[in-house]
Every structure is written in C-alpha cells, then in structure tokens.
C-alpha cells in the first residue's frame, strides 16, 4: 500500500529520510493517498507550521478538557466528523483558521500522520492527543475510557479491520517502524469511523517516529451539506489535497457507529417509525450529542429526556448493563420507545401526537417534521 517506510539511516537521525503516504480511501489496502517526504529533522521543523492553534480556538469551543501526563479527561461531547482532508504537505496556520471559519464551521482539528510498518504492513496512523481526539471517534469508541486511557499511556490502538487483520493482542508490545522503530504495546481496537486511517498513536510517539505534522485535519460543520464544504476546504488546501465527504453512505458502516446508523437501528424497533424523525429530534435537541448538557428545564442526553421519563423508558442498547441517559447507543433507542408507545409508528395525525408528547408544541412538531422531511430528501 502506499509506499514504504525507510527505517532509521545507521547515520542518526538527521541523516535518515522518511517516506510517508497517508491514507484516506480503503483500508489497509487501495485508495487514493497524498506522499510526504520529511527529510530530516531540519526539514521538518521547517515544513511545519509555527502557531497551529488548539482546538480550543475554533468556534464551538474546546472538544474535552486537555489531561496532563498519562491521564485522560472525561467524554464530555461526540463532535461528528463531517469531513476529512489530508494535504499534500503540511497545513499551515492560516490555512485552518480560514477552513475554521467557514460557514456552519462549529469544529476544526489538525493532526499529524503518516504510514508506518506494523507486522509488515503498511498502516496509515493518526498521532493524536487522546483527550481531544477521542470525541471525534464513533459514540461506541469515544466512550471507551481504557482505549484511551492506553492512548494515554503511550500505548497504541488500532481500528477493528486491523486488529482482525494483521492478528494483533493487546497488551503485546510490536515494532513499530518508522524514522524510529519502538516497540509499543498494542492497547486495544475499535471503530475510528476515518477512511484508511487504522492506527492511532499519542502525539509525543509520532513526533519521535517523524510522522508529518498538521498533515490533516477534520471538519464539524452542522447544518449545510457536507460536500458544500468539501468543496470549500479543497479550495483552500489546494491541488493535491484529499477531501473526503464522511457523510456519504460508503462510509456509514454499521461498525462505524455513527448517529446516522444509530437512527436507522432504533428505527427498526418501532414499526412504521422512520429514522428521519429520530435524527430529527436528535438535531433539534442536542444537534447530534453536541450539546447534551443538562437543559433550563432539567432535560439530560443527546436526546434530552428529563429524568423521570428515562426511568419509565430508558434502555440498554449496548448491551452493557445499564441504560445511560447520556449514551447515544441508550439513548437514541430510548426515544425511539418513548415515540412508539405514543403511537408515532403508525404515521399521520398519530406521528405528530407522539412527536408533541416529547416536547408539547406545535412549534417544535412542526419542525421536527420539517427535518424529518429535508433528511428523507437527502438520505433516500
């Protein structure tokens, strides 16, 4: 895939060069990717941009709080990628301030990354600060603690197709190859949800590894049409940069976990209830998880159930013991209950009785309905 690793020059590191090719179409095999030659130390420092801001300085806010040494800070929001650009050589300061403010534009991160060796494949790996990243992974992977919390510890993680594939066990310790060649433990897999991308590593590790800094960036621009700002981000980045639109429905697999999947899935509970209501009041309510705090009105979760109601309809729909009123894989299936035991599944006068049960307005039905109707439009 892609082309080849060089391992570190018996010369020392300044003299070494490394090849990287990262990713952004396939899996571990195939795809379009963009080819960055870092030829030392020096060259890197140079091609990098000084100053890219955190994530903390985009509109939207900061993602989660930043964890010091080996620890990892609480999930405290899913931010749903809605697209994903690699360049052709590193992305400069300017260039993510401008793609941050870009309409609807609510999120923006850079990371550095590349293709390494893993068991003799080459992998392309994402170098991450596992505190932020992590709320830009599927629902199902975001919350789980002990991936990052290995992330943290300078272990590594990969996606569920590569832990399959290359025959990987966590907590075994791999060469990892790259300007340096480690051997880092493998702590855990699940689904990242980013095309061709298999292999996360703590940002420290790819620095020392001499994965290319900044080389991509990922985009959270709720209500407009993500191939709006594809379009938009390729302008930008210019010839040669890869920009991928997530929301296309090849890269909407059930293993991904996505909110769209998630809607589709809690959808099939209720007879006759379409997913579009579901994302419908999802967007509406907490705009897909990202504002699943608690309301003025004492409403909790993605889907913004108060308390009470939760207790009479919650649900367990990760099959781990307990129905969390802040987990979308609980949640979103929660609603989809609620909204068929007050008839919503049989369609008409009775859908928007049930919808005004969830909020008692006419405003607020009226809406959803009209989110239901754009989503049918987009998505069928």
């Known amino acids: 895939m892609g082309m080849d690793v060089a391992p570190p020059s018996p010369a020392g590191p300044r003299r070494a060069a490394l090849t990287i090719a990262v990713l952004i179409a396939g899996n571990l095999g195939g795809g379009a990717y963009a080819a960055i030659t870092a030829r030392d130390d020096a060259d890197r420092r140079a091609a990098a ?9 985009f509109p939207g806010g900061p993602v989660t709080n930043v964890a010091d040494g080996a620890q990892v800070a609480p999930l405290r929001r899913v931010v749903p990628p809605d697209v994903l650009a690699v360049g052709a050589r590193p992305i400069g300061q300017a260039q993510v301030q401008r793609i941050a403010k870009l309409g609807r534009v609510r999120d923006v991160i850079a990371v550095a990354g590349g293709a390494v060796q893993l068991q003799g494949r080459s992998v392309n790996a994402f170098a991450v600060d596992p505190s932020t990243f992590r709320s830009w992974t599927p629902p199902g992977t975001a919350k789980a603690n002990d991936l990052w919390a290995a992330l943290a510890s300078d272990q590594f993680v990969v996606s569920t197709a590569a832990a399959d594939q290359l ?21 855990g897999s699940g689904a990242l949800g980013l095309p061709g ?16 800094p900044n080389i991509a960036v990922l985009v959270n621009a709720p209500g407009v049409s993500p191939t709006t700002t594809v379009g938009a981000v390729r302008k930008i980045l210019g010839p040669g940069a890869n920009v991928v639109n997530l929301q296309e429905q090849r890269y909407q697999s059930p293993a991904n976990g996505s909110y769209l999947d998630l809607y589709k899935r809690a959808a099939r509970t209720c007879s006759g209830l379409s997913w579009t209501v579901l994302a419908a009041i999802g967007q509406v309510e907490s705009d897909h998880g990202r504002n699943p705090g608690r309301s003025s009105a004492g409403a909790l979760g993605p889907m913004q159930f108060m308390p009470a109601t939760w207790k009479a309809y919650g649900v367990d729909g990760d099959g781990d013991g307990k129905a969390d009123i802040m987990n979308p894989y609980d949640a979103i ?31 607020y039905v009226q809406k959803v309905l009209a989110l239901a109707k754009a989503y049918d439009d987009r998505y069928q």
Request: charged fraction near 15%; glycine fraction near 16%; proline fraction near 9%.
């Open 167 to 187: 025959r990987l066990s966590k907590g075994f310790p791999y060469p990892v190859v790259g300007r340096t060649m480690p051997n880092l433990m493998m702590g």
């Open 333 to 363: 299936p929660g609603a989809a209950r609620y909204l068929c035991a007050n008839g919503a599944g049989k369609g008409g006068r009775q859908l928007y009785r049930a919808v005004f049960q969830y909020n008692h307005a006419d405003w």
């Open 49 to 57: 941009p000084r100053g890219v801001p955190r994530p903390s300085g």
């Open 197 to 212: 991308i298999d292999m996360l590593v703590h940002q420290k590790t790819g620095r020392s590894m001499g994965l290319v």
